[in-house]
């Protein structure tokens, strides 16, 4: 086992793959490198060789020509059953089988590399509650006696199961409905957050790459790399029309998705103490010539009041006696639509931006808007 | 004499042709399953050779069984040698048609998901695909059974064992005494037999088809 080690790097280097009587090549000298504890989603048109190509990484196709290292090891000096015994593979719809129990499904990589009973039996267990499904119920049921959800989440806890560095998943949500898939996505997303594997994610939906992927992969026939970059880079700046189609229309409303506000430039105010002077702050607005200032909590640092320059004119006593609460506040971990979200909801110009509990600064709609279109020239520079 | 007297007087024999035609059918099936599953495991995957495997069961199936029987005598004379080979011969097509059916309709993903996760390709074939083929496995062997059943009766013309050689020597003096007795018993003997295995086949269904391929 590996716990600690969460990932490993992948490198494709000039792969390709040729069927046997198919006059293009699948996958067309293909080099790329899949950062260690990473997810790497591929999306591109069916038949462009996403499949071919994950599966050329678990060696169940051998190349044509090309070399993958896993953790740097060429992975075809191993033998193909132990390489796979270290990837965990998914597949579409789950892949369950059917005669064997949820927990025999689960227990299959360990059984093969002779886990004692007792620690199969806890890991199941584990694995079990790790991906939300009670223990006590699902064991012992076949997969036929779930839903397809929770047969996608046996799919996840069976890939899981001997702690590998690396998971191929290929279109493993593609079977249920939105509202179970965005689900199965957050829980994706929390498990890597506690285990940091270097994932690839195969899927034909730019919305699920675009909420999923650390990177994104847009492959074109032959899984040719026509882009390969941070979701916010992709969707700031498409390469072409081809990845554009895949975008859609409204990438702007994506990227803003995809953005978060700990990591755009952000207003400031003038901060003040509730026991400061009314009157000196007052006069400290009118020298900087701004209308707001927001006061901090003592200590703590937490946005609590707004006031502004009006309410001020010719008060007097401590700052805190005047304006009013502050009611809403966004988290840093925030998406920027979420931030737009805040201030189209509320009535206030300026939502204030709190990280662990801390007033970092401030969110307009122009904070918004200049905070998109430096995404977009950060990366045409690149 | 009666029917039921003619059976109650020859009790003891009868019980005993009657084991020895169960006893026959059931090893010649179990020979013919265990060659057959070998020839399907060996060809199921290569296209050709399954048809190959197939085409030949089919054409044995179809030499007439007294022929067949009749062929056995000048390479293994009578007796219960050429009794065996004819009908495990025959026994063969069910079998193996049905074990390739079965296991080529094992669904690709599954064996895609379990060379993935790292089983060899004879852990493949006896954790995954031999259980997924197993409902139509059975059903060849059970279909096996109950022809085998009937074709065995003729088994008696090479002076094989069995309720044939009631019917045969029934049929032979038909008008003398207590002739249709003993062709009866012989046929409602098998009959039995048929309807015995089957319900066992039944059994044996429930207790080896894993629950979650029934449910
Ligand atoms: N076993 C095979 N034999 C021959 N050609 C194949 C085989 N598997 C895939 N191909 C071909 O290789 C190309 C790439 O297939 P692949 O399955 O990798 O595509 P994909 O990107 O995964 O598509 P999808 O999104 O539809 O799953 C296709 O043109 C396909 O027809
Ligand atoms: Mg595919």
């Known amino acids: 086992m590996s716990d600690d080690v969460g990932g490993v790097q992948i490198d494709l280097r000039n792969l390709t793959k040729r069927y046997p009587g198919q006059a293009k090549p699948a996958v067309d000298d293909v080099t790329m490198t899949i950062q260690a504890g990473e997810i790497v989603v591929f999306v591109g048109p069916s038949g462009s060789g996403k499949t071919t190509t994950m599966k050329l990484i678990n060696r169940l196709i051998e190349p044509t020509s090309g070399e ?20 965990g593979y998914v597949i579409q719809a789950g892949g369950l089988f059917p005669h064997m129990t949820v927990a025999d499904n689960i227990a299959i990589v360990p059984r093969i590399l002779k886990w004692d009973r007792k620690r199969i039996a806890e890991r199941v267990e584990e694995l079990l509650t790790m991906v939300g499904l009670e223990p006590e119920i699902y064991t012992t049921r076949y997969p036929r006696q779930l839903s397809g959800g929770q047969q996608q989440r046996v799919g996840v806890a069976r890939a899981l199961a001997a702690d590998p560095p690396v998971l191929l998943m290929d279109e493993p949500f593609g079977a249920v409905d939105p509202i179970t898939r965005a689900k199965l996505q957050d829980e994706l997303l929390a498990l890597q957050d506690e285990l940091s594997k270097t994932i690839v994610f195969v899927t034909h939906d730019f919305d699920e790459a675009v909420k999923l992927g650390d990177r994104i992969a847009v492959l074109a026939e032959g899984s040719r790399i026509v882009q390969y970059a941070e979701p916010a880079e992709i969707l700031a700046n498409p390469a072409d029309d081809f990845v554009r189609g895949f ?35 007052h006069r400290e607005l009118a020298d900087r010539d701004e209308h707001w200032a927001v006061v901090l909590d003592r200590g703590a640092g937490r946005p609590v009041r707004w006031v502004n320059r009006e309410e001020l004119a010719d008060a007097s006593g401590p700052v805190e006696d005047f304006g009013g609460p502050v009611d809403v506040t966004i988290s840093g971990r925030s998406t920027l639509q979420e931030a737009l979200e805040a201030l189209l909801r509320s009535d206030a110009e300026l939502v204030p931006v709190v990280v662990k509990r801390r007033y970092r600064g401030l969110v307009t709609l122009n904070t918004v808007q200049q905070a998109i279109a430096s995404l977009r020239e950060k990366a045409k520079r690149r | 004499m009666s029917f039921w007297d003619y059976v109650t007087s020859r009790w003891d024999l009868l019980l005993f042709e009657t084991y020895q035609h169960a006893s026959m059918v059931f090893q010649c099936v179990l020979l013919a399953t265990v060659i057959g599953l070998a020839v399907a495991v060996a060809t199921y995957r290569t296209s050709w050779l399954a048809n190959l495997a197939t085409g030949t069961a089919s054409v044995i199936f179809t030499i007439p069984s007294f022929a067949m029987f009749g062929l056995m005598i000048p390479v293994f004379g009578l007796g219960v040698v050429p009794s065996v080979v004819a009908l495990t011969l025959y026994a063969l097509l069910p079998i193996i048609r049905n074990c390739i059916v079965g296991l080529s309709g094992v669904d690709p993903a599954m064996v895609d998901a379990a060379r993935g996760m790292g089983m060899s390709r004879a852990m493949v074939l006896a954790r995954v695909e031999l259980p997924l083929a197993w409902p139509v496995i059975l059903t060849g062997v059970r279909v096996s059974t109950m022809l085998t059943m009937g074709v065995a009766a003729i088994a008696a013309y090479v002076s094989g064992p069995g309720l044939g050689d009631e019917i045969f020597s029934g049929l032979a003096r038909l008008g003398g005494a207590n002739a249709l007795n003993a062709a009866l018993a012989g046929t409602l003997g098998i009959i039995l037999l048929a309807l015995l295995f089957d319900a066992a086949y039944i059994l044996i269904g429930r207790l080896t088809t894993s629950r979650g391929l029934r449910v």
């Not at chain 1, 993958?68 to 990837?87: F, M, P, Q, S, V």
């Not at chain 1, 859609?248 to 430039?265: C, H, P, S, Y």
């Open chain 1, 247 to 281: 975008i859609g229309e409204n990438g702007a409303m994506k990227l803003l998705n995809v953005t978060r506000v700990a990591d755009i430039d952000l207003d400031q105010a003038l901060t003040v103490a509730p026991e400061a002077d009314a009157a000196e702050v």
């Open chain 1, 68 to 87: 993958i290292l896993i953790n740097g090891e060429d992975a075809r000096k191993k033998k193909a059953d132990e390489l796979r015994r270290h990837i």
